[in-house]
């Protein structure tokens, strides 16, 4: 009878000396000690809250919201709800941070291929535009580009004129506003038509140069497609688009397109911020490719040009773009201190302006941190992939 008593408890002593069973104890208890410190956490910042009378739900999200945002992308006013000014905090910190990305990139790539010309001059302004931006902290170059760049400009009275009806001043960059007519989405449809028709016919490219070794002319065929088809369909169809030049009324333009300041001066500031970084990782990636290859490019008589664009830039890339992914996420994060020059993204409009009218102080900020943490998810699946099509496949 003992014996049988005494079998699971040897059962038992014999599991916990298995290191899987002990492996999945672990993390059962882990999983359960976490999980009990966020409900204690959870039920005691409500108790809190409701001690202070802080609202718990999320009834504010409909209420009416009562103040004016002004750049706004998506149709707002004063009579919108907080959900709305939400997405227009959403949408404007998504349009700076995408504009950034594409200038930073393209700004970084050039500084750190110049940092690698054999030419004296120009090698030493890229290394010390490098060093200096990327040594002054970002938030001092936002308020020197928006106070000691933009702020100073003239009034809208004295503006100054630049050519094609483009005026320049404190309150902005003021463009001519484009007005399409009739005819207008046949061009779109061409433009669609010519991208698909670079994709096939670099597609057509790649296969023809793995079987024979020729190289087509992709880039050449790429602009026709892209600028000459839709050229050709807008003459044909009677040039459909036509430009409102603005006019100084009063002490303000009326008509046109205006770029405002805060906008300006914080895309200009995390463009070149991002890219003095990008520019570094970009030098590095390319100086780790062996000089083997770029010799035996220029042996088979590639150009300097064509040996950069084809031999050296594809194999640096798989060096490249993982840092590169982490600027990407720097500057969308960065974005964020917008606040301090008055550019209305997600922080200063939802965190700031909605915290402070609702008191919804915990509802907000988890929306606000939910929003950044989906950005930077959704920006690594996309630069993953990315990476995933330059990496060494192994046969």
Known sequence: MSEVLLAPRSLWSLSLHDAKVRGVLYQVLLAGSLLALVVSIAIQTASNMRARGIPLSFGFWNETAGFDINPTLIPYDTLSTYGQAFWVGVVNTLYVSLLGIVLATLLGFVVGIARLSPNWIVAKVAASYVEVIRNV?????????????????????????????????????????????????????????????????????????????????????????????????????????????????????????????????????????????????????????????????????????????????????RIIIPPLTSQYLNLTKNSSLAVFIGYPDLVQIFAGTVLNQTGAAVQVMAITLSVYLAISLVTSMVMNAFNRRFAIVER
């Open 137 to 317: 902290p970002l938030l001092l170059q936002l308020l020197f580009w928006y106070n000691a760049v933009l702020k100073p400009l003239p009034t809208p009275r004295a503006s100054i004129e630049l050519p094609g009806g483009i005026y320049l001043n404190n309150r902005g960059l003021i463009i001519p506003e484009i007005q399409l007519h009739e005819g207008a989405g046949s061009v779109g449809l061409a433009f669609l038509a010519g991208t698909m028709l670079c994709f096939a016919y670099r597609f057509h490219a790649r296969r023809v140069q793995d079987r024979t070794g020729k190289q087509l002319p992709v880039l050449r065929v790429s602009l026709a497609a892209l600028i000459g088809l839709p050229l050709i369909v807008f003459f044909l169809v009677g040039s459909p688009v036509s430009f409102v030049t603005p006019e100084l009324r009063g002490f303000n333009f009326r008509g046109g397109h205006q770029l405002y300041p805060e906008f300006a001066a914080l895309l200009i500031g995390l463009s070149a911020y991002t890219a003095s970084f990008i520019a570094e990782i970009v030098r590095s990636g390319i100086q780790a490719v062996p000089k083997g290859q770029t010799e035996a490019a220029h042996a088979l008589g590639l150009a300097p040009g064509k040996t950069l664009r084809l031999v050296t830039v594809p194999q640096a890339l």
